[in-house]
């Protein structure tokens, strides 16, 4: 009896010990439905971040664990990291596209002893409601802050916001509001659209009464852009001199085909283009290119995983890949490297990256191909947000 229980404890060690070996990462994400694509390009990036690094961390072999919320679902997205904590035994989360599924999720980290790495969802908020959280992807507020000055240098004083009708949209009113303000223009009117809103004619006819010379508008992107950039064309807001301007989810590259000869001429800023020029991004998009299938399909959220999965190999690495999450979070404030996207660093104070926004236009190559061409480049931002979220 005494030997059988001895040789069930060393099983036992034995199994602990192979469990040790493995690291789960558990990654929420939209897998199916309207999003899709979007996971998609994280699952591009983190397959790109394998083939170029390997899935070893100090002898530690690293193992993802998907799961699908394919549009925003606050409640099922906690009871999936709850399951991925519980059952599958993840030692971080990561993934996240959308604010409310990430808000939600937060919850959980401090019981879980569970970082998260948010490679999307883009409220300054979630950075501030725990501690555990970190951020590789970008804010509304980041990427919308420049482009106010980009109008007010292009002579235009006066602009009209249209913006969806949730967390995100209301980011990028206020902080366009905001910073425009700063620069001396006006917000003759700002109208928000309902998530749902699929017919914008009756919207664009705002925009002629406003008396606007610009319009800045922000909507999830996807479907909805691309109907939306054709209202305000077919309208004859652009033949009338209206200045369009956005933000970089409007323009994203899986969209330019869509968009075609409509997109031209568009400005928007943002974190990323995936033709950004550097060795270090070369790389990324030629292994992404391989891992998503269709070059095509490659948008930004495939950076936010990529460098999501450098930051999570450099926390395990602090931890020689044990779980404490506090030690691993402490272990990156501060952390600067070169991204695809040009240099970044986390932030020690807010754990949100401070990284290059670019002004970009919609062009075309030689070879017909759309693309979002940098003609401008904001150093080190951070996120002007921050210090409107309540502590």
Do not use: C
Not at 54 to 81: C, E, F, H, M, T
Not at 217 to 232: E, I, Y
């Amino acid at each position: 009896m005494k030997k059988l229980f001895t040789i069930a404890l060393a099983f036992a060690a034995m199994s602990s010990a192979a469990w040790a070996e493995t690291i789960k990462v558990g990654v929420v994400g939209p897998f199916s439905g309207p999003f899709a694509l979007q996971g998609k390009n994280f699952k591009a990036g983190i397959d790109a971040w394998f083939a170029l690094n390997g899935n070893k961390v100090g002898g530690n072999d690293i193992q993802i664990v998907y799961r699908d919320v394919p549009q925003a679902d606050p409640a099922r997205s906690k009871a999936l990291a709850q399951e991925l904590v519980v059952r599958e035994g993840v030692q971080y989360l990561a993934g996240f596209y959308f604010t409310p599924d990430a808000m939600a999720a937060t919850a959980l980290l401090q019981q879980a002893n569970v970082p998260m790495v948010v490679m999307n969802a883009a409220t300054s908020a979630i950075v501030a409601a725990s501690p555990q959280v970190l951020r590789t992807s970008f804010t509304t507020w980041q990427t919308t802050t420049p482009i106010a000055k980009v109008a007010k240098d292009q002579g235009v004083t006066k602009v009209i916001t249209l913006v969806s009708d949730y967390g995100p949209g209301i980011d990028a009113e206020t902080a366009f509001k905001t910073a425009f303000a700063k620069e001396g223009g006006q917000v003759v009117e700002s109208v928000r659209m309902p998530l749902s809103t699929n017919d914008f004619a009756p919207l664009m006819q705002r925009i002629k009464d406003s008396g606007a010379q610009g319009l800045f508008t922000f909507l999830p992107s996807g479907p909805p852009t691309l109907a939306f950039v054709k209202a305000f064309n077919d309208n004859g807001l652009k033949a009338a001199g209206v200045k369009f301007y956005a933000t970089g989810d409007l323009t994203q590259e899986s969209d330019l085909p869509a968009l075609g000869e409509a997109g031209l001429g568009l400005q928007t800023t943002f974190h990323y283009a995936v033709s950004h020029d550097s060795p270090e991004n070369k790389a990324f998009v030629a292994a992404a290119e391989k891992a998503i299938g269709n070059p095509a399909e490659l948008s930004f959220p495939a950076v936010g995983a990529f460098d999501g999965m450098y930051v999570i190999s450099k926390m395990i690495e602090a931890t020689g890949g044990k779980q404490d999450a506090k030690k691993a979070v402490e272990a990156v404030k501060g952390l600067s490297w070169i991204s695809p996207r040009g240099p970044v660093t986390i932030d020690a104070e807010s754990r949100h990256i401070t990284e290059n926004i670019y002004l970009r236009e919609v062009a075309k190559d030689a070879n017909g191909k759309y693309y979002n061409k940098e003609i401008q480049t904001f150093e080190k931002q951070g996120d002007p947000g921050l210090a409107f979220v309540k502590k």
